[in-house]
């Protein structure tokens, strides 16, 4: 079998460093998916049984297998609130008001980030890489954060004003759809997009990496060649 290709493999083990609890992506999309398709065929109450029923089956299956606690507890968590939100509107599309308040808090935090100069994206690398976080505010470095978390902004305002639209209409299927589509597949690829151009744009700043940073070297800097 041929070896991956070096920058695959880069990529791939960037990605499970930055992104937690990738192991839940199950508690996410299958919950979700489970309400909308019980609540098409028999009513609410029925779609609210199976959905919160999976989430404990799921919690369960993850203490036995001994997961971290922290996120079985979140996913029952995010079943329950959202059914909770389901029923006190009487409306199946509820369920996903809290997955639509999440991604509204994410734009607004991604947008006042950069105007305050202190970007989200750094802040979200310093917290899973622990590098200095002087680093990511050297002029040299920062305007390649700033980028990418503006690139972040427009996905999730995006995504928000497209689940606002179908939210009004009671498009209950639709919103699944789009929550599917728009979830974890498509925050994948923006994390991929955001390590690819990351780095790119870090090369054209010719700013210094993190060891340089660290070991006070004096310009010019070989610049950063791994992890973003």
């Given at each position: 079998?041929k070896s991956r290709h070096p920058r695959v493999s880069e990529i791939l083990e960037e990605f499970r460093l930055v992104v937690v609890g990738q192991r839940s992506?199950?508690?996410?999309?299958?919950?979700?998916?489970?309400?909308?398709?019980?609540?098409?065929?028999?009513?609410?109450?029925?779609?609210?049984?199976?959905?919160?029923?999976?989430?404990?089956?799921?919690?369960?299956?993850?203490?036995?297998?001994?997961?971290?606690?922290?996120?079985?507890?979140?996913?029952?968590?995010?079943?329950?609130?959202?059914?909770?939100?389901?029923?006190?509107?009487?409306?199946?599309?509820?369920?996903?008001?809290?997955?639509?308040?999440?991604?509204?808090?994410?734009?607004?935090?991604?947008?006042?980030?950069?105007?305050?100069?202190?970007?989200?994206?750094?802040?979200?690398?310093?917290?899973?890489?622990?590098?200095?976080?002087?680093?990511?505010?050297?002029?040299?470095?920062?305007?390649?954060?700033?980028?990418?978390?503006?690139?972040?902004?427009?996905?999730?305002?995006?995504?928000?004003?497209?689940?606002?639209?179908?939210?009004?209409?009671?498009?209950?299927?639709?919103?699944?759809?789009?929550?599917?589509?728009?979830?974890?597949?498509?925050?994948?690829?923006?994390?991929?997009?955001?390590?690819?151009?990351?780095?790119?744009?870090?090369?054209?700043?010719?700013?210094?990496?993190?060891?340089?940073?660290?070991?006070?070297?004096?310009?010019?800097?070989?610049?950063?060649?791994?992890?973003?």
């Amino acid at each position: 079998m041929k070896s991956r290709h070096p920058r695959v493999s880069e990529i791939l083990e960037e990605f499970r460093l930055v992104v937690v609890g990738q192991r839940s992506l199950g508690d996410a999309l299958v919950p979700p998916l489970v309400f909308v398709l019980i609540n098409l065929v028999f009513g609410i109450w029925p779609a609210i049984a199976c959905a919160v029923g999976l989430s404990l089956v799921i919690t369960v299956l993850r203490l036995l297998r001994r997961r971290p606690l922290r996120y079985a507890l979140g996913g029952l968590t995010g079943v329950a609130v959202a059914s909770l939100l389901a029923v006190g509107l009487s409306r199946g599309e509820g369920y996903f008001l809290p997955g639509m308040a999440s991604g509204a808090v994410t734009s607004t935090l991604c947008l006042i980030s950069v105007i305050v100069r202190r970007p989200l994206v750094a802040w979200s690398s310093h917290i899973a890489r622990r590098w200095p976080r002087d680093w990511y505010w050297h002029p040299r470095v920062r305007p390649a954060y700033s980028e990418v978390t503006l690139a972040w902004f427009a996905f999730f305002s995006m995504r928000l004003v497209t689940q606002y639209l179908l939210f009004k209409r009671g498009a209950t299927l639709a919103l699944s759809t789009v929550n599917l589509f728009l979830g974890w597949p498509s925050i994948t690829l923006l994390l991929v997009g955001s390590y690819i151009y990351g780095l790119w744009r870090l090369r054209h700043l010719k700013g210094p990496s993190v060891k340089e940073f660290r070991d006070k070297k004096s310009p010019p800097w070989t610049g950063q060649k791994r992890g973003f």
